[in-house]
């Protein structure tokens, strides 16, 4: 028991300093628009997720994560049919070589979507509701730069009566406000082929105080941006096998700064297997199954590599993608891997 509420006290102090704020997402590949915002409307589809993540099983007041995600794109030319669209009944398997062949840029074209995210930790919850705009554009014949911005609210709140306290009355702990509405502000850009892509994208860029009603004794209770670089590439090992490295880098002062690394392997449009490295954090296994041009799932486990393997029994995540409008019945994406 005291070892539990050791550890909480570590991931309230985290959450209250100027650490990492926003939840962690070991399947961020799968959903790159949980990140940037310039991915709204990017497929020929309406693109709905529904997420899940338990961080540290076995651990009490470990962090959960849960989310639902929607964008579609906009605008007459690209709804209609764009350069890259299929035909009508599905065609080629984007993660194919030919279908790389063949790929010229997307119609400009707008984008919009919403973002609602739950997480909670202890006595910490948050929630975060946003909607998300981007105007996707073709550079040259193959390659697409989109830009995007998000805006919305976020739901700050604490449970005092969860806090154990050897002063029970500590002034920073009776000051804290248990409920806050806060703006929330986020941007970013994305630049996408037939084989690559790359993203840069900040959010939480409106600083805020957290939980005070402006007493100095708790001035350290604030938001800070978060910054997020991205990148991946596409190789062939045959006509229906192919690889997809990927890495983030996320920086987030005054912490330093940190990355994930992945590798997944497609097999045709069917299914998917991968792995990941969280630095100083996990490893993680990942696998996906294409079920239909309507639904898909991934699922990834983590493996705690960091001080909290002796209390924790890994990491779940789970994603279940639901492809609606889906007028050219592709079963995985075309331009996200």
């Not at 007041?61 to 929607?70: D, K, L, N």
């Not at 350290?220 to 192919?242: A, C, E, M, R």
Request: charged share 10%.
């Amino acid at each position: 028991m005291k070892r539990t509420l050791y550890i909480i006290t570590i991931l309230l102090t985290a959450q209250f300093s100027k650490a990492q704020q926003r939840p962690q997402y070991t399947q961020y590949v799968f959903n790159n628009y949980l990140l940037n915002p310039a991915l709204s409307g990017i497929e020929n589809y309406t693109d709905v997720k529904l997420g899940y993540r338990s961080q540290w099983t076995g651990l009490d007041g470990a962090p959960v994560t849960s989310y639902f995600t929607i964008n579609a794109p906009i605008g007459r030319n690209f709804l209609q049919g764009d350069a890259t669209a299929f035909p009508a009944g599905g065609g080629l398997n984007p993660s194919s070589r030919a279908y790389t062949q063949n790929y010229m840029a997307a119609e400009p074209h707008h984008g919009i979507g919403l973002t609602v995210m739950s997480d909670k930790t202890g006595p910490i919850s948050q929630t975060n509701i946003d909607a998300t705009y981007a105007y996707h554009l073709g550079l040259t014949e193959t390659l697409n730069l989109a830009v995007g911005v998000s805006g919305g609210l976020s739901h700050n709140m604490i449970d005092k009566s969860k806090l154990i306290l050897n002063d029970p009355a500590d002034p920073t702990i009776l000051n804290l406000v248990p409920s806050q509405w806060k703006p929330d502000l986020g941007v970013g850009i994305w630049a996408y082929s037939s084989n690559y892509f790359f993203g840069v994208s900040a959010q939480q860029i409106l600083p805020q105080d957290l939980y005070v009603n402006g007493s100095k004794s708790a001035n350290q209770n604030k938001t800070v941006p978060h910054y997020f670089v991205t990148g991946g590439v596409k190789l062939f090992v045959s006509d229906d096998i192919t690889l997809m490295p990927s890495a983030l880098l996320k920086f987030i002062a005054p912490v330093p700064v940190t990355f994930d690394v992945n590798m997944k392997m497609s097999f045709q449009d069917k299914f998917w297997i991968g792995g990941s490295y969280r630095r100083n954090d996990s490893y993680a296994a990942l696998v996906g199954f294409n079920l239909s041009s309507l639904i898909n799932v991934g699922y990834s486990y983590d493996f705690t590599t960091s001080a909290l393997n002796t209390v924790s029994h890994g990491s779940h995540e789970i994603v279940l993608g639901i492809l609606l409008n889906n007028r050219y019945k592709v079963t995985c994406p075309q331009h996200t891997f």
